[in-house]
Structures are given as C-alpha cells and as structure tokens.
C-alpha cells in the first residue's frame, strides 16, 4: 500500500536533519512527543542517509546526483557566477517573487481581517488597477510547493541487466569497449563519475564534473547523449528547437529545484530495500514537475522516438526499449525492465517563518 495514497493518506511531512545520529535521534523523539500530543499520528517513518564517494553523493545506482541545478537570481551562488541556461527568476521556485515572464506566481492568501496583528505582508499585484478593495494577505510569500517521491530502486536488476545488455550491444556492433558502464551511462545521460557524455565521450577518467553543456548545440543527434536519455528528457536545454535561445527560455519555465536522499531499510520479512526519496521545489506544480513527468519522462514519442520512455525511472508495461544512435547505427535495447517503483509520495505546502508564525496566532 502506497504511503500517501488514499487509503493510507498523509497530511503533513516532516523531514528531520541533523549534525550526529545522535542529535538526530533525539530530534525524532521529541517530534514524535511533541505530534503525538497534538493528536497527529505517525503514517510512515524512512531513515535517510546520504551515500557518498568522495565529497559528492551518490544514489545506489552508482552516479553522482545532484550536479544540475537551476541557480536562483539574486542568491550567493548566483553573485559566483553562472551560466546564462542555469539563471532562473526566484518567482519559479518562490511566492511573491517574479518568475521569467516579469509575473508574481498565484500565492496562497487570506482575508486580511483574518491576520489583525499584521503578521503577513500585502499580497504583489501583477497590476494596479483603480478602484479595486486592498490586496489580500500574502499567506504563500517565500514559500513554496514541495513535490515528494520514495522511489525503491531495483539496483541488482539494473545492473544485470546494463551487463547482459552490454555483452548483446558488443557483439551486434563488434565493438569490445562497450561494457556495463558505458549502457548505464547512455541511459541516464551521464558517466558515473558525474562527467558529461557531451564533453567527456570517451569516459575517460578524472574529467570531473561538468553542466554547462548544449544538448542542441553540442549534440544534436544524440550520438553522444542518447536523444531518450534521463537527463536528456529531465531537461532538454536547447534541443528541442532550431532557435537556441527560445528553446532555453522555454526550458526555464519546467525548471524544478530536486534533491534526492538515499535510504536503505528492511521490511517484516527481513528484504533489504534500496531507494531514493526524491524532493523538489516549485512555485507551480502542474507547469513544472507534472510537465517534465508527463511531457518529457513519461512521452513515448520524446524528440520523434517511438514507443520509448526514461529508460532509468519511466513506467513501462512488459518489454520496453532505448535507442542508442552513432554516426555508424542506432544499437537498441530490447526488453528494458522497470528499474524503479514508486512506493509513495505527496504533493505539500511548505510555510514560511511568517506563514508559520500567522498559523501559530489563529490557535
């Protein structure tokens, strides 16, 4: 049964940090005091913990994560520098901001009778018109929607299978430097150290991590990145279109701010689990994360394939397949099993300090 679903529903969540095991399992304890004697009970408990190699994380299926992300305008990282493709208006992510197209996002509100101490800031107008009542109080102002997924991750499976399918690949093509690496590597869109296929084709070691690259501009074939891969699909850059520019300013508009978390656990009957609990920040669910699941992920005709999806995390019935093309032939894998299953998840509010605070002031 699916935590979130809705026969085992979940209203809030709550994700605790923490500097030792420690500290952190005396936090859970008195969070758990403090909800129980607030009438909350406890649907489902996960024990996150980052995997690493090195100083950078990894998820169970052996690559770096985290390596591309949109840099908010206006932030520390973005005063460092960045590349112009990575820049985002903090309204995508942010209520009360202005996103790329110079709006103020549609922000949760109440009436401002209903906040008489003031503790939340006017709601931002897109436009003033005359005549119109007061604005209302801006309950979302520098919050967000949070998007949560527990993936388990069939690792034994995938590798099997990027080793099976590798031994196939290399004998139809006559080429003996394919090997599993190289099949997980065009699946996701990555090599596993977290260097580009763009700009590091041959996998060639100690290339380091690299995000500044052009799908369109750089590969537009996918000869290095496979058209159909997961981080081709995940964001498209500039391949989407001729026009460069206006195929990133689209892109900057299905932006999502994703960070993942490993787990390992055990159930009753003593199986270990292996998963990842995937999180993400936007300011509109359906225009972001819903359209890259929907539009890009899940699409069986992304970038004129046909009867392909995400070969890491797309859903598939039976025997799925993933085009791999070269300047000499497209090699296909046959029968792609589904590597991942959701086994829950929501959709959340996350509340600013004021947001917090009002919410305090109304018990």
């Given at each position: 049964?699916a935590?979130?679903?809705?026969?085992?529903?979940?209203?809030?969540?709550?994700?605790?940090y923490?500097e030792?095991?420690?500290l952190?399992?005396?936090e859970?304890t008195?969070?758990?005091r403090q909800?129980?004697?607030?009438?909350?009970?406890?649907?489902?408990?996960?024990?996150?913990k980052?995997?690493?190699?090195g100083?950078?994380?990894?998820?169970h299926?052996g690559f770096?994560d985290?390596i591309s992300q949109p840099i908010?305008?206006g932030t520390?990282?973005a005063?460092?520098?960045?590349?112009p493709?990575?820049l985002?208006a903090?309204?995508?992510?942010?209520?009360g901001?202005r996103d790329?197209?110079?709006?103020?996002?549609?922000s949760?509100?109440?009436?401002?009778?209903?906040?008489?101490?003031?503790?939340l800031?006017?709601?931002?107008r897109n436009?003033?018109?005359?005549?119109q009542?007061p604005?209302?109080r801006d309950?979302g102002?520098?919050?967000t929607f949070l998007?949560m997924?527990?993936?388990e991750?069939?690792?034994e499976?995938f590798?099997d299978?990027c080793?099976r399918a590798?031994l196939?690949?290399?004998?139809?093509s006559?080429?003996p430097?394919?090997?599993?690496?190289?099949?997980?590597?065009?699946m996701?869109?990555?090599?596993?150290?977290g260097?580009?296929?763009?700009?590091?084709?041959n996998?060639?070691?100690?290339?380091?991590?690299?995000?500044?690259f052009?799908?369109?501009?750089e590969?537009?074939q996918?000869?290095a990145?496979?058209l159909?891969?997961h981080i081709?699909?995940s964001?498209?850059r500039d391949?989407?279109g001729?026009?460069?520019?206006t195929?990133i300013?689209i892109?900057?508009r299905?932006?999502?701010?994703r960070?993942?978390?490993t787990?390992?656990?055990k159930d009753r009957?003593g199986?270990?689990e292996?998963?990842?609990?995937?999180m993400c920040?936007?300011?509109?669910?359906?225009?972001q994360?819903?359209f890259i699941?929907?539009?890009?992920?899940?699409?069986?005709s992304?970038?004129?394939?046909v009867g392909e999806?995400d070969?890491t995390?797309?859903?598939?019935g039976?025997g799925?397949r993933?085009?791999i093309p070269?300047?000499e032939?497209?090699t296909v894998?046959k029968d792609?099993?589904?590597?991942v299953?959701?086994?829950g998840?929501?959709?959340?509010?996350?509340p600013?300090?004021?947001?917090l605070r009002?919410?305090?002031?109304?018990?």
């Open positions: 049964m935590v979130g679903s809705s026969a085992k529903p979940v209203d809030a969540v709550i994700v605790c923490a030792t095991p420690a952190l399992k005396a859970i008195a969070m758990k909800t129980a004697g607030a009438g909350m009970s406890v649907t489902a408990e996960l024990p996150l980052v995997k690493r190699e100083k950078r994380a990894v998820e299926f770096v985290g908010v305008r520390a990282r005063a460092k520098g960045a590349a493709m990575h985002l903090p309204g995508e992510f942010l209520f901001y790329e197209h110079g709006f103020y996002p549609s949760p509100s109440v009436e401002a009778a209903l906040d008489r101490a003031g503790i800031s006017q709601v931002r436009r003033q018109i005359p005549g009542p604005p209302p309950f102002r520098n919050g998007v997924r527990q993936f991750q069939h690792v499976l590798d299978y080793r590798a196939q690949a290399a004998d139809e006559g080429d430097a394919i090997d599993q690496r190289w099949v997980a590597a065009k996701l869109g990555r090599w596993q150290d260097s580009s296929l763009v700009r590091n084709p996998g060639r070691p100690g290339r380091g991590v690299d995000n500044d052009a799908l369109g501009a590969d537009p996918g000869h990145c496979p159909g891969s081709r699909r964001n498209p391949s989407l001729e026009d460069r520019e195929q300013r892109g900057k299905h932006r999502i701010l960070v993942g978390r787990y390992v656990k009957s199986k270990t292996k998963g990842l609990l995937f920040l936007n300011a509109d669910i359906e225009r994360y819903e699941q929907q539009t890009w992920v899940s699409s069986s992304f970038q004129g394939l999806t070969p995390i797309g859903a598939r039976g799925g993933f085009s070269s300047w032939k497209v894998l792609v099993p589904k590597f299953t959701t086994k998840g929501g959709y959340f509010f996350m600013s300090r004021s947001a009002y919410m305090i002031s109304r018990l």
